[in-house]
């Protein structure tokens, strides 16, 4: 069962380079999710997309880019990183909305720091 | 806004004793209301959930009640274990029309358990 895969699960980055995390499900869920968790802090949501093609903001979207061309994939972009962009990331997924009651279920996480 | 409050940590028991994480949320509607784990070095999951007022929502020993009146989903387990140490999230979804959704968590509580 793989459920929600992301990559990599670990990476340095200097300050004003990019990169992307991958993310795929394989629950066939239209719903997927990009989180940050920062040090003693909740979840915070960056971007949704609610099917293939479809994306939209969350609360914290400066500095990131998404596109959802499949409905496995949802890739997150960094651009010119920062080091407030230092974080532990999220990919999730669900069948239909959260706020329906819908379980999330989340990747293990990609930790990134920039310096 | 919406948000969600939750006890601050870190949580230090002696196994078999008893937990309460207590939580209470503000939102404008009806949210549906849920309590996702971390353990060390994973992505979050799903320990329990209640989607409208007074359901209790139970799993693993741990169980919550969705009390409308007081705002209020504690977490609660009689007898807890070591294998219970870990990141406890209190966390709302609120659906908001449209494909706007809003899923809400709480900064989380630390428990250890001691032998």
């Known amino acids: 069962n793989a459920g929600v895969t992301q990559t990599p699960k670990f990476r340095i980055l200097k300050i004003g380079q990019s990169m992307t995390l991958q993310c795929t499900q394989d629950?066939?869920?239209?719903?997927m999710y990009w989180y940050r968790q920062d040090p003693g802090m909740g979840l915070k949501l960056i971007y949704y997309s609610v099917g293939a093609g479809i994306t939209d903001k969350g609360e914290v979207p400066n500095g990131y880019n998404v596109s959802r061309s499949t409905t496995e994939d949802f890739p997150l972009r960094l651009e010119l990183a920062a080091p407030s962009q230092t974080s532990v990331y999220f990919c999730?997924?669900?069948?239909?909305?959260?706020?329906?009651?819908?379980?999330?279920?989340f990747g293990e996480g990609s930790w990134l720091t920039v310096v | 806004g919406d948000s969600v409050t939750q006890m601050e940590g870190p949580v230090t028991l002696s196994e078999e004793a008893c937990l309460t994480i207590n939580c209470t949320y503000t939102a404008t509607g009806y949210p549906s209301l849920f309590w996702y784990v971390q353990y060390p070095g994973e992505g979050l999951q799903l320990l329990l959930k209640?989607?409208?007022?007074?359901d209790k929502g139970s799993n693993k020993g741990f169980e919550a009640t969705y009390r409308k009146e007081t705002t209020s989903f504690h977490l609660e387990k009689g007898s807890v274990q070591v294998s219970d140490s870990a990141v406890y999230f209190c966390?709302?979804?609120?659906?908001?029309?449209?494909?706007?959704?809003?899923?809400?968590f709480g900064k989380g509580t630390l428990l250890t358990v001691n032998p």
């Open positions: 209640a989607t409208k007022a007074d």
């Open positions: 966390a709302l979804s609120l659906y908001s029309g449209g494909s706007n959704y809003k899923l809400t």
């Open positions: 629950m066939n869920h239209n719903y």
């Open positions: 999730a997924s669900s069948y239909h909305a959260a706020a329906l009651g819908n379980t999330i279920y």
